[in-house]
Nanobody, 125 residues
């Protein structure tokens, strides 16, 4: 079992930056693919970024490429999402998630087994 707790959300002006963190409990965190997803009001949850268990492979949604960076520290059981050049359309609740299948980097939220409660990110124009 893995428990995930996000932090770092808040209110920021367009063009600003935020760094989200996800703290994980559980011995097997370091072999799980980790992902970030977001859900805006009235919209479906969407993929943002994912990182392999080694940290060597990453994937990003086209909408955030070049602006967001996902990273992980297996020694500290954390995964982070650095968000730069934020836009109002980035406003959403951001969730981190863990996929027990280590050989894939999935953009499909149904492939992820564990989820955090989420942290609100609001970008004002």
């Amino acid at each position: 079992q893995v428990q995930l707790v996000e932090s770092g959300g808040g209110l920021v002006q367009a063009g600003g930056s935020l760094r989200l963190a996800c703290a994980a409990s559980g011995r097997t965190f370091n072999i799980y693919t980790m992902g970030w997803f977001r859900q805006a009001p009235g919209k479906e949850r969407e993929f943002v970024a994912a990182i392999s268990w080694t940290g060597g492979v990453t994937d990003y949604a086209d909408s955030v490429k070049g602006r967001f960076t996902i990273s992980r520290d297996n020694a500290k059981n954390t995964v982070s999402l650095q968000m730069n050049s934020l836009k109002p359309e980035d406003t959403a609740v951001y969730h981190c998630a863990a996929d027990r299948v280590t050989y894939r980097i999935s953009t499909d939220d149904s492939d992820y087994d564990y989820w955090g409660q989420g942290t609100q990110v609001t970008v004002s124009s």
